[in-house]
């Protein structure tokens, strides 16, 4: 008649000759440390500061008078659907370089796949020693990674390093040059003159190799690429330069390479700049 499972039926008759009810019993457990409110300030807690971290919250609460653990700030958290993610590094960007970088979107959003396989992507790195990371833990949801509240800013240092000078394309890497192997007789620094020589020797191999006749260089707007002698022997080759807004390394895909590098070294533990 009613539709249901004959098992269903003996059990709900069990229940009711047994326990005389046939609501739900209290379920055990312990009871909630937290009230809506005590919720309710955790989140606008982390909404206002995300770097904020658990132990800081947990002493605002002490503050009001609600006494609760770090896991339970974490539970209250996890129910929001915030979660604990290592921040985002990425540059300081100001007004100007915003608007710079809107523009490039716009004019580039609906380029073909063709004109994409047809950059060499280039850039250099500086690879650390003793690489600290720089990572600090942020709390958000899922999705807001670039969210500027989110991020923290890079910061370069290290007890002796390389420096690095790499392309990519869309079939695969180039070539990684490493300024010492070319710099003996000019003070290892990386100037235009060795940036240069870099671009003399590696550019049109590794452009032919990865794209073919019809290539784009891409880089960005270092003072050795825009110093004037680069910017007349780049003329002289005639080589298409895809114009790059400043402050925007998040948007050469090769640094997802360089990123992937430095996490592989880090596990061979290297003990001197040279091995």
């Known amino acids: ?33 937290t009230t809506v409110v005590d919720d309710r300030r955790i989140l606008s807690l982390v909404k206002k500061n995300p770097f ?24 209250r958290l996890h129910e929001s659907k915030y979660k604990g993610f290592t921040s985002r590094c990425k540059p300081f960007i100001n007004s100007k370089n915003r608007q710079a970088r809107v523009k490039f979107a716009e004019k580039h959003l ?26 600090k833990k942020v709390w958000r949801r899922k999705g807001t990674a670039h969210d500027p509240k989110h991020t923290t800013s890079s910061v ?22 490493f300024i010492d192997d070319i710099t003996a007789d000019k003070s290892s620094r990386m100037n235009s003159e060795v ?16 794209i073919g006749r019809r290539f784009t260089v891409q880089m960005d707007n270092d003072p050795k690429h825009t ?7 780049m003329s002289a080759k005639k080589w298409n330069i895809l114009q ?3 402050q925007s390394p998040d948007l050469n895909p090769i640094e ?11 596990t061979k533990d290297p003990q001197t700049s040279k091995t």
């Open 1 to 33: 008649m009613l539709g249901v499972a004959k098992s269903t039926v003996g059990y709900i008759l069990r229940k009711k000759e047994f326990t005389g009810e046939l609501g739900n019993s209290k379920r055990p457990g312990r009871p909630r440390k």
């Open 52 to 75: 904020t971290t658990s132990t800081e919250v947990q002493n605002t609460l002490r503050e009001v008078g609600v006494s609760v653990s770090k896991s339970t700030v974490k539970r």
């Open 110 to 135: 609906k380029k073909p796949a063709q004109f994409w396989k047809s950059i060499l992507w280039t850039d250099e790195t500086k690879i650390n020693l003793y690489q600290n990371d720089g990572k």
């Open 156 to 177: 370069k240092h290290g007890g002796g390093n390389v420096m690095a000078w790499a392309c990519m394309a869309f079939n695969g890497t180039g070539s990684l040059v």
């Open 195 to 210: 940036y240069r020589d870099i671009l003399s020797a590696q550019i049109q191999p590794n452009a032919a190799k990865l």
């Open 227 to 233: 110093a004037k002698a680069t910017q007349e022997f």
């Open 244 to 246: 790059w807004p400043s």
């Open 256 to 266: 997802h390479a360089f990123h992937l590098l430095k996490s592989r070294l880090r």
